[in-house]
Each structure stands twice: as C-alpha cells, then as structure tokens.
C-alpha cells in the first residue's frame, strides 16, 4: 500500500488555481513535517512547500513564494496545496513526502529528506 496518495492534479490554463490533496490512509504523519515535491520530464525532483508537523511554520520555494499556500487538517489527516496564478512552467507531476525524522523542528528541501511518498498527481498548464 502506498504510504501517501495525492489528488487534485488536472489541466488548467495560466493564470488558473488548483489545490492539490495528500492523505494518508490508515496511518497517520501528525508527527513528521510534510512537503510537496514536483518534477517535470527530463529534470530532477525539487521542492516546491513545505510545513512542520504542528503546523506553525511553512517553507515556499522562491518560484512560487506568493503563489501557492499549504496547509494540513490534524482531523482529516490531510494536506493541501493551494496553487494560485499557474504558470507553464508550474507543469510537473506534483508528489507529497513525508520527512523521515519526526519532531524535526525544519523544513526539508531535499527529496532525500523525506522517507515516505504517494504516487503523485499530474499537473498540467497551458498557456
């Protein structure tokens, strides 16, 4: 069973926003920071947002500071990603991690941070 799934991904135009969601079923990452990841074809893995397990602090990176928010539901066990004023470039398979240390007290943006992850979903914009 795959540890995370996320949904949501589709095909919108620029300028559009779309909200991903990453849930984890039967199992819970209350305790583990949580991020969202994406790659397009032909590049690597890179960070797109993160937040800490409690919640009281997340990490942008600088392509989509002011654009994308996230979030996480302690009740539904859930995390969105909130995707605002899409670009071409934005277009990438979207994957939520889970970072391998809990507690941890920092934001990882290194893929290999992060010990558990969904299938992705695909995120698709045309200009």
């Known amino acids: 069973q795959v540890p995370l799934v996320e949904s949501g991904g589709g095909l919108v135009q620029a300028g559009d926003s779309l909200r991903l969601s990453c849930t984890a079923p039967?199992?819970?990452?209350?305790?583990?920071?949580m991020a969202w990841f994406r790659q397009a074809p032909g590049k690597e893995r890179e960070f797109v947002a993160g937040i800490l397990w409690s919640g009281l602090s997340t990490r942008f990176a600088d392509s989509v500071q002011g654009r994308f928010s996230i979030s996480r539901d302690g009740f539904t066990n859930t995390v969105h990603l909130q995707m605002g004023s899409l670009k071409p470039e934005d277009a990438a398979v979207y994957y939520c991690?889970?970072?391998?240390?809990?507690?941890?007290?920092?934001?990882?943006?290194?893929?290999?941070?992060?010990?558990?992850w969904g299938q992705g979903t695909l995120v698709t914009v045309s200009s």
């Open positions: 039967g199992r819970t990452f209350s305790t583990r920071n």
């Open positions: 991690g889970a970072d391998q240390t809990p507690y941890s007290n920092v934001v990882q943006t290194s893929f290999w941070e992060y010990a558990y």
